[in-house]
C-alpha cells in the first residue's frame, strides 16, 4: 500500500505560483509513475501531468504545457507540482497519484490516490 497526501494548495491571484507537494509512504514511489489530476466543480478528474520512474520522461496536458513542471525525488519519496502563471481556470482540487499501469493519462490506470488539496486561483 502506498499513502499519499498533498499540500501546498491555496488562495493565488491569476498570474500567481503555487508549488504543490505529494508526500507518499507505506512503499518507495520509486517503481511508480506518478501524475497529478484536478477535478473542478460539476467537471470530471483530467489529467494534468506525469513523471516516469527515474523523473527523466514527463507528459502533460496542453492546457498547462508549458506553465506547469512535475518532477519527483525518489530519496524523499516525494513529487512536486510547480505551477506558474496560474489562470482562474486552473481551479479545482489538485490530487496526485501513484500508477504501474500505462497509458498515464487515463485515471483509472492508477493505483494509489491522495486526498487532494484546493488550488482557487482568483481574477
Known amino acids: 500500500q502506498v499513502q499519499l497526501v498533498e499540500s501546498g494548495g491555496g488562495l493565488v491571484q491569476a498570474g500567481g505560483s503555487l508549488r504543490l507537494s505529494c508526500a507518499a509512504s507505506?512503499?518507495?514511489?520509486?517503481?511508480?509513475?506518478m501524475g497529478w489530476f484536478r477535478q473542478a466543480p460539476g467537471k470530471e478528474r483530467e489529467f494534468v501531468a506525469a513523471?516516469?520512474?527515474?523523473?527523466?520522461?514527463?507528459i502533460y496536458a496542453d492546457s498547462v504545457k508549458g506553465r506547469f513542471t512535475i518532477s519527483r525525488d525518489n530519496a524523499k519519496n516525494t513529487v512536486y507540482l510547480q505551477m506558474n502563471s496560474l489562470k482562474p481556470e486552473d481551479t479545482a482540487v489538485y490530487y496526485c497519484?501513484?500508477?504501474?499501469?500505462?497509458?498515464?493519462?487515463?485515471?483509472?490506470?492508477?493505483?494509489?490516490w491522495g486526498q487532494g488539496t484546493q488550488v482557487t486561483v482568483s481574477s
Open positions: 497519484a501513484a500508477s504501474r499501469l500505462i497509458p498515464y493519462r487515463t485515471p483509472d490506470n492508477y493505483n494509489y
Open positions: 507505506g512503499r518507495t514511489i520509486s517503481t511508480y509513475t
Open positions: 513523471i516516469n520512474l527515474s523523473g527523466g520522461s514527463t
